[in-house]
T-cell receptor, first 115, second 115 residues
Framework: AQKVTQAQTEISVVEKEDVTLDCVYE???????LFWYKQPPSGELVFLIR??????QNEISGRYSWNFQKSTSSFNFTITASQVVDSAVYFC????????????FGQGTELSVKP | DAGVIQSPRHEVTEMGQEVTLRCKPI?????LFWYRQTMMRGLELLIY????????DSGMPEDRFSAKMPNASFSTLKIQPSEPRDSAVYFC?????????????FGPGTRLTVL
């Protein structure tokens, strides 16, 4: 069965702090894809990143970075020098070709960045 | 280029009424997905289409729900009759192309309230 676990329900930090959002996934497929989406208070779902199972290189995009480790089935997301505008719910998701591309979402982590 | 368009953005109706949600995918995308977001169940896939053909509707909660995609630029999700437990945010997403696990881009969602 496919499953995504985001154990942190809520995180609160002060602006400029670094914060890491955890994501652990389960799948028996060798080919799979991992995603992060951001849902700001306005409610839309914004795509942040997509990784495939054959690419374990970490990725950095501005203040955002992602650490993919197959050995621990984790795909963690770090925001460096957080800002108030980063306040949102962040979702990790998994899809596999065997599941027809259906996204399996974690429960989300609500990040609150206080000034 | 316009993103995924959904209408209406908000819908308030009374129990027993028919509700129709609409979605226009990104031009050129050949996959279309309908998701529902609730506090209890999180984000869950209801149904998805490939080239206008329904592929997997196993997530549709019951016969009261139906979805159609008459052409590549339009899809509807209908609830008849609606019930209070259908209250949720309904998202439409689209993706391209043959690899079904390509990135899904989401619309702004329709917030449905059934009284």
């Amino acid at each position: 069965a496919q499953k995504v676990t985001q154990a942190q329900t809520e995180i609160s930090v002060v602006e400029k702090e670094d914060v890491t959002l955890d994501c652990v996934y389960e799948t028996r497929d060798t080919t799979y894809y991992l995603f992060w989406y951001k849902q700001p208070p306005s409610g839309e779902l914004v795509f942040l990143i997509r990784r495939n199972s054959f690419d374990e290189q970490n990725e950095i995009s501005g203040r955002y970075s992602w650490n993919f480790q197959k050995s621990t089935s984790s795909f963690n997301f770090t925001i460096t020098a957080s800002q108030v505008v980063d306040s949102a719910v962040y979702f990790c998701a998994l899809s596999t070709p065997n599941q027809g591309g259906k996204l399996i979402f974690g429960q989300g982590t609500e990040l609150s960045v206080k000034p | 280029d316009a993103g995924v368009i959904q209408s209406p953005r908000h819908e308030v109706t009374e129990m027993g009424q028919e509700v129709t949600l609409r979605c226009k995918p990104i031009s050129g995308h050949d996959y279309l997905f309908w998701y529902r977001q609730t506090m209890m169940r999180g984000l869950e896939l209801l149904i998805y289409f490939n080239n206008n053909v329904p592929i997997d509707d196993s997530g549709m909660p019951e016969d009261r729900f139906s979805a159609k995609m008459p052409n590549a630029s339009f899809s509807t999700l209908k609830i008849q009759p609606s019930e209070p437990r259908d209250s949720a945010v309904y998202f439409c997403a689209s993706s391209f192309f043959g690899v079904s696990t390509d990135t899904q881009y989401f619309g702004p969602g329709t917030r449905l309230t059934v009284l």
